[in-house]
C-alpha cells in the first residue's frame, strides 16, 4: 500500500500505460468536482482529456470566437498555499503536489 501511494503522488503529467491514465484520471476528476463546486465554468472545454501519445490536456468541444471567455473563474475560487491548507478538500490535493505552490510557480503573493 504505502508503494501505491509513493506512485500515485510522482505521477507525470502524461501516462505511459491505463493504470497510470487510471490515476491520474482520478486525481482530474476530484479536481473538477472541487471547481464546479466553486462555480469554475468551461463549458467548451471536456477536461481531463487523454491524447494518444499519453499526454492529458483539454479538448475544445465547440468552436471558440475570437475574444470569447471559455473558462469562467469567480475570485472567491484564487488559490493560496493558506486557502490549501485549510480547506479539507484541497489539503491532500497540495500535499499530493507540491511542485505547483514552489515560490518560482507564484505570479505574486501567494497565488499560484
Known amino acids: 500500500m504505502e508503494k501505491l501511494e509513493e506512485e500515485k503522488t510522482a505521477l507525470p503529467d502524461h501516462a ?4 497510470e491514465q487510471e490515476l491520474i484520471r482520478q486525481k482530474c476528476e476530484r479536481f473538477t468536482k472541487w471547481c464546479q463546486s466553486l462555480g469554475i465554468m468551461h463549458p467548451k472545454i471536456d ?5 494518444e501519445s499519453g499526454l ?3 479538448r475544445v468541444n465547440t468552436p471558440i470566437s475570437q475574444r470569447e471567455a471559455f473558462l469562467f473563474v469567480p475570485y472567491t475560487a484564487v488559490l493560496s498555499a493558506d486557502r490549501c ?3 479539507p478538500d484541497l ?5 499530493e503536489n507540491p511542485q505547483l505552490f514552489k515560490n518560482e510557480n507564484r505570479s505574486n503573493g501567494n497565488n499560484i
Open 91 to 95: 489539503k491532500d490535493f497540495y500535499a
Open 85 to 87: 491548507w485549510r480547506d
Open 47 to 51: 477536461y481531463p482529456w487523454f491524447f
Open 16 to 19: 505511459s500505460n491505463e493504470v
Open 56 to 58: 492529458i490536456g483539454c
